[in-house]
T-cell receptor
Framework: DAGVIQSPRHEVTEMGQEVTLRCKPI?????LFWYRQTMMRGLELLIY????????DSGMPEDRFSAKMPNASFSTLKIQPSEPRDSAVYFC??????????????FGDGTRLSIL | GQQLNQSPQSMFIQEGEDVSMNCTSS?????WLWYKQDPGEGPVLLIA?????ELTSNGRLTAQFGITRKDSFLNISASIPSDVGIYFC???????????FGKGITLSVRP
């Protein structure tokens, strides 16, 4: 299996620009998660989907952040407009289940986002 | 909210030594996970624990689910240079609850 695939690996853009991060989960996984990792706050869950439906977006920091999952093999996390404080590593993860035994989350390699 | 505490933030050991890390919480968790993150990569699952008191091994790694359900331990035996990385604990309190991560411990291994 190819694992969770994220693109781009690195993104550098100017403040105010729209940023779109992409994720392809592991085939057959029903759950998809978006995390943000910073030195100060560690790994934070932003939003997660079950069968393409957003279940909990309480971690999304502001209205500038939005996430979609149009089908089982693709999700996007969009920031518009971007700000320097959004600079972080964004991870996508997927799993077969959530809260059940033997169904842990598998992470992609992340997108390192820098907003100038 | 729920928090997981990992300390110290960094550990430095000599190749060949054993090292132990722990993770504590003020809340009860029903699942404990240990992940390792290499530079420029995402966290990779090392060991998953689903029962209080459970002791599970994965090669040179051994992890335990504390009987109080408020802590977990990870031991690495006979460390090697490729053990370098950040080790995160994560806990989940129940079905459909968020996975809470610790801040991680950065391990350095001197050859």
């Amino acid at each position: 299996d190819a694992g969770v695939i994220q693109s781009p690996r690195h993104e550098v853009t100017e403040m105010g620009q729209e940023v779109t991060l992409r994720c392809k989960p592991i085939s057959g996984h029903d759950y998809l998660f978006w995390y943000r990792q910073t030195m100060m706050r560690g790994l934070e869950l932003l939003i997660y989907f079950n069968n393409n439906v957003p279940i909990d977006d309480s971690g999304m920091p502001e209205d500038r952040f939005s996430a979609k999952m149009p089908n089982a093999s693709f999700s996007t996390l969009k920031i518009q407009p971007s700000e320097p404080r959004d600079s972080a590593v964004y991870f996508c993860a997927s799993s077969l289940g959530y809260g059940a035994s033997n169904q842990p989350q598998h992470f992609g390699d992340g997108t390192r986002l820098s907003i100038l | 909210g729920q928090q997981l505490n990992q300390s110290p933030q960094s550990m430095f050991i000599q190749e060949g030594e054993d090292v132990s890390m722990n993770c504590t919480s003020s809340s009860i968790f029903n699942t404990w996970l240990w992940y390792k993150q290499d530079p420029g990569e995402g966290p990779v699952l090392l060991i998953a624990l689903y029962k209080a008191g459970e002791l599970t091994s994965n090669g040179r790694l051994t992890a335990q689910f504390g009987i109080t359900r408020k802590d977990s331990f990870l031991n690495i035996s006979a460390s090697i240079p490729s053990d370098v990385g950040i080790y995160f604990c994560a806990g989940q309190s129940g079905a459909n609850s968020k996975l809470t991560f610790g801040k991680g411990i950065t391990l350095s291994v001197r050859p």
